[in-house]
């Protein structure tokens, strides 16, 4: 997925959680978990992105990039 369609991605989830807490019946209550989900999401992103040129750096074609390169340097 490319920047763009993340943004994309982005900007839908976030326009659909604040037409869900501005034009329904639910309570705080009920749209808490959708909206901190989404807050997490970007944070994680946030934290992957801030890592990434790191672990890009250290990778080489017998070392390629893999989950474990993240959790190494604890991103989440």
């Known amino acids: 997925m490319n920047t763009t369609?993340?943004?994309?991605?982005r900007n839908t989830l976030w326009k659909a959680a604040d037409e869900m807490r501005a034009n329904s019946t639910l309570g705080p209550a009920?749209?808490?978990s959708p909206v901190?989900?989404?807050i997490f999401l970007a944070y994680a992103?946030?934290?992957?992105e801030q890592v990434?040129?790191?672990v890009e750096a250290n990778?080489?074609?017998r070392r390629p990039v893999?989950?474990?390169?993240?959790?190494a340097r604890s991103v989440l």
């Open 5 to 9: 369609e993340l943004n994309e991605v």
């Open 30 to 32: 009920e749209y808490r």
């Open 36 to 38: 901190l989900g989404l």
């Open 45 to 48: 992103e946030h934290r992957f």
């Open 52 to 54: 990434r040129p790191e």
């Open 59 to 61: 990778a080489s074609a």
């Open 66 to 71: 893999t989950p474990d390169s993240y959790k």
